[in-house]
């Protein structure tokens, strides 16, 4: 592994044991992008950009005017802005003197093992300097006192490269970041499938495949949040790629906020990748002699198609996003009283649900919404976080040790970046809300956002929360953020930074989290939105796992854990066994099947046991059971996906152990027909020469990864399901 750079060609060439990513620098000082893909142990050309004639309505730069050279066909690291190239680029600056046009050079690198930390910014990390090499190119307008510069790392033991750019005001006048993007690829071909994952409320990460043609491909959020109807990600796949092989280059936005991916196809057929901060609602006002950092993109490389791609996001997310105590340790079995109570609730419920719970093994008791202020509905109290009284006569001090007296860990849903009008909190700070002044503010859900670009803002929160959190001894917290951005405005900010706020929203809320993780270090957190509104690596950096979907019917989370296991590893993912009929939709399910799915990932309940049989309860305490003997299997074991549920009537993935010597495949089958075709199932990550039981044969690993596994008739009826266990034997003669 290393990143090379040679004088006498003026290429850099970043490789390890799977990739390389070569770029050059010309004559004239522009940065070039030659190659990425499979790795090359060596590079002897140099590069021969495409050559155009003068009536092509390319322009040529004024030193290359009769050379056929033109930025706007040459395949860049760091296009400008209105000198030449006509495709987006990553810049859009509005100098003093009010133009634009802005030209990039090589100006200078810097070679450096480890990884550094992006100041106030969630990143992927090394924790030694051997697991990664970093790269800092910096180009520069010298005529507009303008540098950029590019941070590129290289991990040593994943097909993976992080890029971000930082920008650099040399210059002695404030200059405004109209756009500033984190990064651009350039590729000299277009046979690819973009495959990317929009979605909805309780239909979040749909995927999705379709061909490139010539034109702009937008996906992006300006909602605040990264948001339910896209997740800030997007690969290219070539038109042959499976999940079991074929080429793919996907990229990931470590960022919470408003966020652009743009895959451009231009006249000759080239692709350009562009990734970053939204332009909606942005303008970064960057003085003399600051600078400006964009969040890291994730860019991985698979020439083992989409599970390979996936066990690469997986292994990076686990060690090297992730940290705290949770990083590695297994996840709790819990119960969240929400569906059970709703608002409606009391001591004497709650305690009722923790007996119940405890005696099924249920490990950690969730209180959700409603414990606080007033809160009987969703009109009310939040900005209040005092205990309501009323319904917890002992407060939350008396409830916590009254469930860990019953040996459960006790937890806590929170809402903070929220606050009603019907708030203490309103009354006594009215414009504390985004809002624009003397202007009609939007509701969602009844409530406003609180205005965390705002330091005194946050503080206040943050002073109600640690009055909480230093009293009652409490050892998870489900954070959640239920509204989108609306008239996006800060009171006591300049008219001309307006524009940051969305940005400096997103930072305050870093900053917040930085603090709550470092403080209370034994809490787990998880991230939620409304489901999966904000489910994103930025926010995984700082809560280890992540509510996916509000909808906890089976069927429907089998595509949503489907597609999100694209980038995320089942410990990250949280899915919960609720009650049939389904509260988001009214289908009734058979528990076996409810249960699987919810099992695929960090598994808890959402039901009222109260209503259960004896025979139901029993059937439950068995699936934790199995969960609690399997989850280190299920929770840090390699994942692999089977069968599309989004193309076909089975879904199916299985879980393999580090040695490969313990599997457990789930398969689903969404709707029965009759004289249907006798089911066999091929399998993937087994050691194909280690033998393995399952179901009463010993057969090898090759054999079940390339013949495959009849299943018969065993899944009869609709939306029914089938669990394998596999485990490595010597073999019988």
């Known amino acids: 592994m290393g990143i090379e750079f040679s004088e006498a060609k003026k290429q850099f060439h970043l490789k390890n044991d799977y990739f390389s990513y070569i770029m050059e620098i010309t004559e004239e000082g522009y940065l070039l992008q030659v190659y990425y893909g499979e790795r090359l142990e060596s590079f002897e050309q140099r590069l021969v950009y495409p050559r155009i004639d003068r009536s092509s309505f390319s322009p040529n730069p004024y030193e290359l005017s009769n050379s056929g050279f033109s930025l706007d066909t040459v395949l860049q690291e760091c296009p400008g802005y209105d000198t030449g190239d006509y495709r987006e680029g990553m810049v859009d600056i509005t100098y003093p003197d009010g133009t634009k046009a802005t030209s990039l050079k090589y100006k200078g690198y810097q070679i450096t093992k480890g990884k550094k930390k992006l100041t106030g910014l969630p990143a992927t990390y090394t ?28 991990f040593k033991n994943h097909s993976v490269m992080t890029k971000s750019a930082r920008y650099v005001n040399c210059g002695t006048a404030t200059i405004s970041l109209n756009k500033a993007l984190s990064m651009c690829l350039d590729l000299p071909d277009s046979d690819y499938e973009l495959i990317q994952m929009p979605g909805a409320w309780a239909r979040e990460k749909q995927l999705r495949r379709d061909s490139l043609v010539q034109g702009q491909h937008v996906l992006n959020s300006k909602r605040g949040a990264s948001g339910v109807t896209q997740q800030p990600f997007l690969a290219l796949a070539s038109p042959e790629t499976t999940e079991r092989s074929g080429e793919v280059r996907a990229f990931h936005f470590v960022y919470s906020g408003n966020f652009t991916m743009k895959v451009e196809v231009d006249t000759y057929e080239q692709t350009r990748v562009l990734v970053g901060i939204n332009e909606f609602n942005f303008c970064w006002q960057l003085e003399s002699g600051a600078d400006f950092q964009t969040p890291e993109v994730v860019m991985v490389y698979s020439n083992e198609g989409l599970n390979g791609m996936s066990q690469h996001f997986h292994h990076l997310y686990r060690k090297h996003l992730a940290r705290g105590r949770y990083r590695d340790e297994e996840r709790p079995v819990l ?28 490990e950690l008791f969730v209180l959700d ?21 009323e319904k917890l006569p002992d407060g939350l001090l008396g409830l916590s040790e009254k469930v860990q007296k019953q040996q459960l860990k006790f937890g806590l849903w929170l809402e903070p970046e929220m606050i009603s009008e019907e708030s203490e909190l309103f009354r006594a700070h009215p414009d504390w809300h985004l809002h624009v002044e003397g202007y009609p503010t939007s509701l969602g859900r009844n409530q406003l956002i609180l205005d965390f670009s705002r330091k005194e803002v946050r503080e206040a929160i943050m002073k109600q929360l640690t009055a909480i959190l230093d009293k009652v001894p409490i050892d998870y917290i489900k954070w959640d953020m239920n509204r989108n951005m609306t008239e996006v405005g800060s009171q006591g900010r300049l008219p001309k930074q307006q524009q940051e706020t969305a940005h400096r929203y997103i930072l305050g809320l870093y900053e917040m989290l930085e603090e709550l993780t470092t403080r209370y270090p034994d809490i787990l957190f998880e991230n939620c939105s409304g489901g999966g509104g904000r489910f994103d690596p930025g926010m995984c950096y700082y809560m280890p796992q992540s509510w996916a979907s509000d909808n906890t019917d089976a069927i429907e989370r089998l595509k949503i854990q489907y597609s999100t296991s694209m980038i995320f590893p089942p410990v990250m993912t949280c899915a919960q066994l609720s009650d049939s009929p389904n509260h988001q939709i009214g289908r009734s399910t058979d528990m076996d099947t409810r249960a699987l799915v919810a099992m695929s990932a960090n598994f808890g309940l959402m039901m009222n046991l109260e209503k259960k049989t004896e025979e139901e309860l029993k059937k439950i305490a068995m699936y934790i059971q199995w969960y609690q003997a399997n989850r280190q299997l299920i929770q840090f074991g390699s994942f692999y996906r089977l069968e599309n549920p989004y193309t076909g009537n089975y879904g199916s993935w299985m879980f393999v152990d580090e040695e490969r010597k313990h599997a457990v495949v789930m398969v689903f089958q969404i709707l029965s027909q009759a004289s249907k075709p006798l089911k066999k199932i091929r399998l993937l990550g087994l050691d194909p020469s280690t033998f393995y039981e399952v179901e009463g044969m010993v057969l090898s690993g090759a054999e079940l990864m390339n013949f495959g596994l009849y299943l018969g008739q065993r899944l009869t009826g609709d939306f029914t399901a089938l669990k394998l266990e596999i485990r490595a034997v010597e073999k019988r003669e």
Do not use: M
């Open 127 to 154: 924790d030694t300097e051997e697991e990664a090499e970093s790269l800092e190119i910096v180009l520069a307008d010298e005529k507009r006192g303008l540098e950029v510069i590019l941070l590129y790392t290289l």
């Open 335 to 362: 119960i969240n009283n929400w569906e059970t109570t709703y608002f409606d609730f009391d001591e004497e419920k709650l305690l009722k649900l923790v007996t119940d719970a405890g005696k099924i093994g249920i």
């Open 369 to 389: 919404d409603g414990w606080f202020g007033q809160r009987h509905s969703d009109t009310t109290s939040l900005g209040d976080w005092i205990e309501n009284k």
